[in-house]
């Protein structure tokens, strides 16, 4: 059985306090959230802070709330408030379906949001669907804050643009335009407890119900060392009119966007081929769901 090491543990009750008490240590301090993927890993050994900093005391980090129009959420929601929150479900139904395929019941209620974000898996379940939302995430270190879009955070499998000593606050989403669907699937051997072989997030926005697409975003997850957008396809689709046979021709691209790996989960080829018809089955539910909102917004 693996045991964890030894390490200081803290609670400060301010974010000035957990700043202070991680810049002090550099690298050898962490934050802990739920800790379903920090604790996994010091088990291993594969990462070794000798300070554990828990951020559960300090206020206001919980909160999904209206934030102009949009949607805030503090980095330390965890995963089943996301699933199960009302405003989220009928604002942002893409991120609530993507949040209840996280893990199991158990685990949602631990794991946050912000640690699924800044452990920076390419298979994580929230990234994608918080990439087609246009999502933005706020971080603070010991200096001034700054915010940085979700589609320039992620460097590479594990890494961001973070830097040691620095705290993931908010997740910011902005309104949603009329006319707009998206959808999430992930493919996995088993319905719950599986990290995807294949995800696609989808979001297309209609000029109006019979009109052309305004604005088509892909994303792709799994299939590259960060979760990435399709830009070709998103190309292909926009200032065109929906159709079955326009779904096919940007899934058949968007398959060609992606540089997966062969693992025990699955081949190179056949995840390709699994983007193509996730890409597909995406962008018709979007489709729909974008026929179905009212205009203003949902
Ligand atoms: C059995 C099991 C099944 C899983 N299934 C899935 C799955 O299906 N899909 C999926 O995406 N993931 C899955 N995971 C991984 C994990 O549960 C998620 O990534 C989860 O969201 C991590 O959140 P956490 O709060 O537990 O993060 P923690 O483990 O507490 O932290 C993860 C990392 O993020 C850092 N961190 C956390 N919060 C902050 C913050 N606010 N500011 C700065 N740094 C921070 C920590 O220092 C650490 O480096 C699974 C894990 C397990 C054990």
């Known amino acids: 059985m693996l045991l964890l090491p030894k390490f200081d543990y803290e609670e400060p009750k301010s974010m000035r306090e957990a700043l202070a008490m991680l810049s002090e240590l550099k690298e050898n301090a962490k934050v802990i959230a739920g800790g379903t993927d920090l604790l996994v890993n010091m088990k291993k050994g594969t990462v070794k802070p000798t300070r554990l900093v828990s951020l559960k005391k300090i206020g206001g980090l919980r909160e999904i709330a209206r934030e102009d129009a949009g949607l805030s959420i503090g980095s330390h929601a965890t995963i089943s408030e996301i699933a199960d929150s009302a405003l989220v479900a009928s604002l942002f139904p893409v991120l609530a379906r993507s949040a209840s395929c996280l893990g199991?019941?158990?685990?949602?209620?631990?794991?946050?949001?912000?640690g699924?974000?800044?452990?920076?898996?390419?298979?994580?379940?929230?990234?994608?669907?918080?990439?087609?939302l246009g999502a933005e995430v706020q971080l603070k270190g010991k200096g001034k804050g700054r915010t940085v879009s979700l589609d320039s955070f992620f460097t590479g499998p594990g890494s961001s643009v973070m830097k040691a000593g620095e705290v993931l606050t908010k997740i910011s989403?902005?309104?949603?335009?009329?006319?707009?669907?998206?959808?999430y699937?992930?493919?996995?051997?088993?319905a719950a407890l599986e990290i995807a072989i294949v995800a696609v997030a989808s979001r297309l926005t209609l000029d109006r119900p019979?009109?052309?697409?305004?604005?088509?975003?892909?994303?792709?997850?799994?299939?590259a060392p960060?979760?990435?957008?399709?830009?070709?396809?998103?190309?292909?689709?926009?200032?065109q009119r929906p159709s079955e046979e326009l779904f096919a021709r940007a899934a058949s691209i968007a398959a060609t966007e992606c540089s997966p790996i062969t693992d025990m989960r699955g081949g190179a080829n056949y995840r390709?081929?699994?983007v193509g018809i996730l890409t597909r089955r995406t962008l018709l539910k979007a489709f729909h769901d974008a026929l179905g909102?009212?205009?203003g917004g949902a």
Do not use: Q, W
Request: hydrophobic letters at 45%; one cysteine or more; a positive charge.
């Open 185 to 190: 699937i992930k493919l996995g051997h088993r």
């Open 293 to 295: 909102m009212k205009e």
């Open 173 to 183: 989403i902005p309104p949603v335009p009329s006319f707009t669907g998206g959808d």
């Open 210 to 223: 019979d009109g052309v697409i305004v604005d088509a975003r892909i994303v792709l997850s799994s299939v």
């Open 226 to 239: 960060t979760a990435v957008h399709a830009p070709l396809a998103e190309k292909a689709l926009t200032g």
């Open 116 to 132: 699924n974000i800044v452990t920076a898996r390419p298979a994580a379940d929230l990234p994608p669907a918080l990439m087609v």
């Open 272 to 274: 390709c081929d699994m």
């Open 104 to 114: 199991s019941p158990l685990i949602r209620n631990r794991a946050t949001i912000g």
